[in-house]
């Protein structure tokens, strides 16, 4: 087996396939480059945007998956975001869409019958196959194939093909692993086959005797006999096989990997893989290319990637199998998820569009018809709000075939567009002397990283009181007589006010915050439970195929042989972590989550833990801890009231400080305290802009600090005082946070201050809000829909008819004109973003 690498890099210039470019070359490339990087488009996790061709937007979000119709007349597009989802039907003629059905539940199946009179799409988690007629170019609701009866009943199809000639429907689903056999003329199951892992999507042979299926929750590609009716061959290829792909002849499949940065080509007659491309822009990069769409130009001699996280398409030469040859880029929207090529051009459905957007309408207040109101996908509210996972409108891009020196011109803008880098890899950014090493293993004079993980809180909603930094007081929910030990972190040692998570919500955000990166299952599944359409809350450690390649940031620690212990985080699922599975590194009488028991009873559990560790000198060099109360309950009649819950936390927080602070590794130890995500929750800057401390022995004191840094930022940091390798390409790439930490030691100790509002004070009032509140499952983080729960607190603190403003999406996250300048207890902060 070949592996094949992309060594394309910028120096003087791209220099194309070993050829030295004509100046008349590099002048058409030129003027390529400077055209389309004017129009770049910074996105808030510090990645850019310069889509190229023709873009048509589509009304919903999240596309996962476009097919083309036999005569090549129509393209269907399947919509399975958070908000409304939708079937779309293209004319590649006129390049308009002729029709968009809303579809209640739906998935990444799509597949048109053979006289293109039908689509067959995923019905989701409804469980069932839904029949469109396409006759006069509309999308009409037919019938539908039922599978079995509506989630909680765990089926949800994924991909599906057609046998047009035996009347047979192919599809495979990811929650209870099967293959089922459907007749399209009697419409109805004829068998079911069990499968080995969670399955993506499946494609028939050109003799339509083998139909092959991406294992999306393993590493293998199960080959299914059509004929004898089993499962015959099952082809090792690398993590998470996603999307597959058929030459004519049926000689060679592709298949892209959605926790991988690979595509492997297959030889089907020996079932055997016989190249493996790497797609990501550098050679041997740590994950985070995520490729998830593949398609061959008409004369199959060129590859086409889609890779997700690198916003672009890899193309390949593939004209000899096994010998194929990387020719380039194509810079695409933000999260490119499906390719198809048609002729002389290329379609690309771009997963979150081309920015984060306002949402001007904002959160729907009116919870008036509570206790029947569900939610803000309740049908009667959808067109109402603006939800952060709804907002990411999904588009198409339609490019022209590039010449040779097009596509120099689009690696060189893909290269731009990345922040990532093999140099930054290896050398991060920051100071000769600095506590933060700027290579992984140099020495640093701090040995023990205390990280902490709270949940779910915006810059504005805590630190917006705060006069030395970018805050807005008007939506400060939780002031300093709430939270006074997070005021007083950040008046005595650093201000953040220029922090941005790099998730959504808890579903992605417990994942960025131990791993620095979501892998696709994650990222193309959270939409769909967080959209009320049924699915689990499985992203905490708990589901194998939500796990990233190379595992968690304990298992990194383990592998670079530093010591680690986790109170709380990723505890309830700790056996489906290798680096936490035999329990020894899982503090057992730290409780994990639940609303119902105080922050500063873990505190104190903690206490005990690390003195003992401490007397006898085995104390971890990482410890991961979670204290997030300040989730709060909501109104839940009963429960601790949202002041009450966050107090608790912030008291916890304080005294976790004080407590280290006074113990003998002060002056070698630094906590980290960040928000798994930022709820959906009101800021002016962004919604993704949170609050996060840092304290210790190093850390400076009285230090205000405008540097743009993200959740990838603060591991980074964390890695090179451990010398822990960077676990994705997000975190290699970030910018550690050495600006925070000074070469002189301070071991003044911190003293916690006490909340001046009552930690034990519980609802009492019956309204609307506690009734709903009542209803919540607040058993798992984010079980509930949290822009509902986000006025559900806002009104909670402001008042029953108050309306909680609008959360803001920025495109470019750069706090405003001066802030590069330097001011009283600041540092210069060149390039903010």
């Known amino acids: 087996m070949k592996k094949i690498a992309l060594f394309l890099f910028l120096g003087f210039g791209l220099l194309y396939a070993c050829k030295k470019p004509s100046s008349s070359s590099q002048n058409v490339e030129s003027a390529i480059i400077k055209q389309l990087a004017a129009k770049r488009i910074n996105l808030p996790n510090g990645w850019s945007l310069t889509p190229v061709g023709k873009t048509i937007e589509l009304n919903h979000d999240l596309p996962l998956n476009m097919v083309v119709s036999p005569s090549k007349k129509y393209l269907a597009i399947t919509n399975n975001g958070q908000s409304k989802q939708s079937v779309a039907l293209i004319d590649l003629a006129t390049e308009t869409i002729l029709d968009d059905e809303e579809i209640a539940k739906s998935w990444v199946g799509l597949a048109f019958s053979n006289d293109e009179q039908n689509l067959y799409a995923s019905g989701g988690n409804d469980n069932k196959i839904v029949i469109y007629s396409t006759k006069n170019q509309t999308l009409t609701k ?128 020996s079932s055997r893989k016989i190249e493996t491309l790497s797609a990501s822009i550098y050679p041997d990069s740590p994950l985070g290319t995520t490729p998830n769409g593949v398609a061959l130009s008409d004369d199959e001699t060129k590859l086409f990637i889609a890779n997700a996280d690198n916003n672009c398409l890899a193309v390949f030469d593939v004209t000899e199998k096994g010998k194929s040859r990387s020719l380039g880029f194509i810079p695409t929207g933000w999260y490119p998820t499906s390719v198809k090529v048609i002729g002389n051009k290329i379609y690309v459905t771009n997963g979150k569009g081309m920015s984060s957007l306002p949402n001007p309408k904002g959160p729907n207040p009116n919870l008036s018809k509570a206790p029947q109101y569900k939610g803000p996908n309740f049908e009667a509210n959808r067109d109402e709000t603006e939800y952060i996972g709804g907002l990411f409108k999904g588009t198409l891009s339609i490019i022209e075939m590039p010449d040779e020196r097009t596509l120099a011109a689009y690696s060189q803008l893909v290269y731009e567009n990345s922040p990532y880098s093999k140099q930054k890899e290896l050398l991060a950014e920051g100071e000769a002397g600095n506590p933060i090493p700027m290579k992984v293993g140099e020495a640093s004079p701090i040995k023990y990283v205390f990280y902490i993980v709270k949940e779910n809180r915006t810059y504005d909603q805590v630190l917006g009181d705060v006069k030395t930094g970018k805050g807005d007081p008007n939506l400060c929910i939780f002031p300093e007589k709430v939270t006074p030990n997070q005021h007083k972190l950040v008046k005595d040692f650093v201000l953040l006010d220029n922090f941005y998570v790099d998730a959504e919500v808890s579903a992605d955000g417990h994942n960025w915050s131990m791993a620095a990166y979501a892998n696709d299952y994650v990222e193309k599944t959270w939409v769909i439970s967080y959209g009320g359409r049924g699915g689990s809350y499985d992203y905490e450690g708990s589901r194998d195929i939500a796990h990233p390649k190379n595992g968690f940031i304990w298992d990194h620690a383990k592998r670079a042989g530093v010591t680690y212990r986790t109170y709380g985080e990723f505890a309830e699922a700790s056996k489906n972590v290798p680096a936490l599975a035999s329990g020894d590194n899982v503090c057992k009488k730290f409780r994990g989550y639940n609303l119902a028991y105080q922050d500063i009873k873990r505190e104190k559990e903690w206490e005990a833990d690390f003195d003992s560790l401490l007397n006898i000198n085995a104390l971890p060099r990482l410890n991961t801890v979670r204290l997030g109360n300040d989730h709060t309950s909501g109104a839940r009649v009963g429960a601790y009231s949202p002041f009450a819950a966050v107090a608790d936390n912030d008291l916890a927080v304080g005294k976790f400080v004080e407590h280290l602070s006074k113990s003998k590794i002060w002056k070698e130890s630094v906590v980290f305290i960040l928000e798994d995500d930022a709820q959906n929750g009101p800021d002016h800057i962004d919604a993704h802009r949170s609050t996060a401390y840092v304290a210790g022995g190093f850390v400076k004191r009285g230090f205000v600090d405008h540097t743009m840094y993200s959740t990838s930022s603060m591991l980074r940091t964390i890695e090179l005082i451990l010398g822990i390798k960077p676990m994705s390409q997000y975190d290699a790439a970030a910018r550690p946070m050495y600006r925070c930490f000074s070469k002189n030691v301070n071991v003044s100790p911190f003293v916690a201050a006490e909340p001046q509002v009552d930690i034990n004070a519980k609802n009492v009032a019956i309204n609307r809000n506690s009734i709903r509140s009542g209803q919540l499952n607040l058993a798992q983080p984010d079980a509930i829909n949290d822009l509902e729960f986000s006025q559900i607190v806002w009104q909670t603190v402001k008042g029953l008819n108050s309306k909680m403003p609008a959360p803001k999406r920025s495109a470019f996250v750069r706090l405003g004109k001066g802030d590069d300048e330097e001011e009283e207890g600041e540092e210069d902060d060149d390039d903010d973003n």
């Open 142 to 269: 037919d019938s539908a194939i039922v599978l079995g009866k509506p989630w909680p009943n765990k089926i949800s199809p994924t991909g599906l093909c057609v046998d047009s000639d035996k009347n047979l429907l192919y599809v495979v689903t990811k929650e209870n692993n099967a293959l089922y056999i459907c007749d399209t003329k009697e419409r109805k199951v004829i068998k079911q086959i069990e499968l080995p892992n969670e399955a993506y999507t499946c494609v028939l042979s050109p003799d339509k005797k083998q139909l092959y299926i991406s294992l999306w929750g393993g590493a293998k590609i199960a080959v299914f006999d059509t004929q004898k009716q089993t499962i015959t061959t099952q082809i090792e290829v690398d993590k998470n096989p996603n999307d597959i792909l058929l030459t004519k002849d049926g000689k060679y499949l592709f298949t892209s990997h959605g926790n991988d940065n690979t595509v492997s080509v297959i030889e089907t007659a």
